[in-house]
């Protein structure tokens, strides 16, 4: 059996080449892909890392990383991923092992829920997932569209959308507390702060005399190496209940961002019983691209329609 130990700034580089052999050689197997892809950033390795490191593990056989999983608490409320053992490695107890490791330290740190996001269609993923006590808990639709040139000007139900970086430090403060009150209204001890402040890109945020009433974290760089994105990744985003009637317009007013950044694609994520956002998305001519299926381990119950994350915000 490998050792497991907490994983170091030295394991990145063979993290991201055992992350992209795991998941080349996983397409190869399950969904007949060809060819290769680049490995994930150094970049975005860091980050997955910075959440949480006391959280993310690596298993190590004769000084070669043969597993890893990385940690992430948002609050109360804990996810891993991503996560992967090389294929010689596999159905041996390894990947198991780096759940329960991963899980305790997020437990440990206060979360009463933990999750992942798996594919739906792997009995095998969602066979060691159940093993672990994590049970099925909806479906994260994946939706994208092109996005066309934008009206010369907006329309005029366009909510205008201040951006977290250029408010003062004081109003950043209060904006993340507003925030952190949305999120724990949606589902209890949740918290985005730290996507907020950190995603790589910037968040938006919807207000009414000074009262957050929404707010969306978007990711505006790749995550692979050499590929130039030309996608804004929504990778948090919660609207309030009250709010719910302002889901196109927030949908036309993340557009017009994305294409102010030069960017001419937006995805977003959203929970399958988050009816009322889904609706607008598909009105607005989004398209499904990928399905997850989300399995959770102990949570409070959530108002869907109040909002919606994306899990595992930098996975
Ligand atoms: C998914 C992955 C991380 C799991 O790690 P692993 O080390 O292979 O898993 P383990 O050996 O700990 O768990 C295997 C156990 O899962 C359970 N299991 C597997 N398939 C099952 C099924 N169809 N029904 C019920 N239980 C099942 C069994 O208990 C099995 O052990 P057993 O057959 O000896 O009883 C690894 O296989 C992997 O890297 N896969 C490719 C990448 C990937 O999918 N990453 C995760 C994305 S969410």
Known sequence: MPDIREMHADDFDAVRRLDRDVFVTWGREHRGATGTRPPRTRAN????????????????????????????????????????????????????????????????????????????????????YMRHGFRPDGLALRLWRTLPAPPAAPPADTVPAPVWRTLLARQRRAALDDCAALADGLWPGLDYRKVIQYVPGETLLW??????????????????????????????????????????????????????RGLRELALTLPDRAHVPLDAALAAGYRFVHINLVMTRRRPAIQWDAGVHSFGWVM
């Open 45 to 128: 390795i860091r980050q997955n890392h910075a959440d949480d490191p006391a959280g993310c593990f690596v298993a190590v056989a004769d000084d070669a990383v043969v597993g890893y999983i990385f940690a992430h608490t948002c609050g109360h409320v804990g996810w891993f991923g991503t996560f992967g053992i090389h294929p010689n490695w596999q159905h041996q107890g390894i990947g198991g092992a780096l759940i329960e490791r991963s899980v305790a330290y997020m437990e440990g740190a206060g979360c009463t829920t933990v999750g992942l996001a798996t594919m739906p269609d792997s009995t095998y993923n969602v066979g060691v």
């Open 207 to 260: 207000d009414d005399e000074g009262h957050i009433w929404g707010f969306a974290a978007v990711r505006t760089t790749p995550k692979l190496e050499n590929s130039a994105t030309n996608t804004a990744v929504v990778e948090a985003l919660i609207i309030d209940a009250g709010h719910a009637d302002q889901w196109p317009a927030a949908i036309r007013a993340l557009e017009a961002f994305a294409w102010q």
